[in-house]
């Protein structure tokens, strides 16, 4: 009887040490799975991430019959959701004033979540600047590859290829404006503001037109406001810029081009001033956290000059 009960008792423990083997070994298969502790090297974001962001704007924009526009114009663009799950987005901006001012001209990758840029002189790709999403910086050998505001122009190109995307933030303001005829076309128009600290220039504003029953992004009025160009409450005239044709990314429509004019009194186009061409446009959702951070050897701007 003895026998049988050390036999029985035996027989428990050895089915216990059993089950605690098997408890262990199913862990390492959810581990593995777990793709957010695998790729947290890469800027890509969680989907849920994106499921809860997009949600919020969703909410927030179609609160306003201005937001609602803007909404429309997401969606007829291919989608918020859609556009956050890409990973990063490369480019080539080419931005060409008429006047032989100034080219700008390089091959750029922006993380679009947390806004940090990372351009290359589009002729040689070892002169190089960025911003890291609190500093700008530069790393170059030639003095002379970038002759304007390194800080102001690391955003500018996306905040024009990215619309209407980028109006999906908290402190964006919208208003509705009369609708507007443009080359036999009518369009919605929004006016997009910014609430005080957003950004560094908060007093610029954009005026969108979009299609009334396509929702396309046709024409993108703005002004400069920049405090490193100009004292509080100054700006450039304001700039009518009309997109020249599009093309469609992984779903995503995005302009090819842009004409930009002086607006004249009466909000039509003047004379043309500027010609920007984009193309090599491609989402990278392999970039590594470390292509966009500050690289050795950079030097860090101060201010906003």
């Known amino acids: 009887m003895k026998k049988n009960i050390v036999h029985i008792i035996c027989l428990i423990s050895f089915i216990m040490i059993t089950s605690c083997k098997e408890e262990k070994t199913v862990v390492t298969p959810i581990q593995k799975n777990d793709k957010t502790q695998l790729k947290n090297d890469l800027v890509k974001v969680p989907e849920s991430w994106v499921t809860d962001r997009v949600s919020k704007a969703k909410n927030r924009l179609q609160a306003s019959a201005a937001g ?42 922006i993380d679009m979540w947390r806004n940090i840029a990372r351009h290359q002189h589009y002729d040689d790709h070892s002169q190089e600047f960025g ?70 220039a908060p007093d610029d504003y954009y005026v969108l037109y979009f299609g009334k029953e396509d929702h396309q992004l046709g024409v993108i009025r703005y002004i400069v406001s920049y405090p490193g160009y100009f004292e509080k409450g100054k700006h450039l005239p304001e700039k009518f810029m009309e997109l020249q044709g599009t093309t469609i990314v992984d779903g995503i429509t995005l302009s090819t081009g842009y004409h930009t004019h002086w607006l004249l009194e009466n909000e039509t186009p003047g004379d043309h001033i500027t010609t920007i061409t984009v193309d090599s446009i491609s989402f990278q959702p392999d970039t590594k956290k470390e292509y966009l951070a500050v690289p050795e050897g950079a030097k860090i701007l101060k201010g906003l000059k």
């Open 131 to 200: 911003w890291d999403g609190a500093k700008a910086w530069t790393k170059t050998t030639d003095s002379t590859a970038f002759k304007y505001n390194l800080r102001f122009w690391a955003l500018t190109p996306y905040y024009f290829l990215a619309q209407p995307f980028v109006l999906d933030g908290e402190g964006v303001i919208l208003e509705q404006l009369e609708d507007k005829d443009f080359k036999d076309k009518v369009y919605n128009v929004i006016r997009v503001s910014f609430a005080e600290g957003t950004g560094d």
């Open 68 to 109: 609602t526009i803007v909404w429309n114009a997401m969606e007829a663009h291919g989608g918020l959701a859609n556009w956050y799950s890409k990973g990063p987005i490369a480019f080539h901006f080419d931005y060409k004033p008429l006047d032989g001012s100034t080219q700008r001209n390089t091959y750029q990758t």
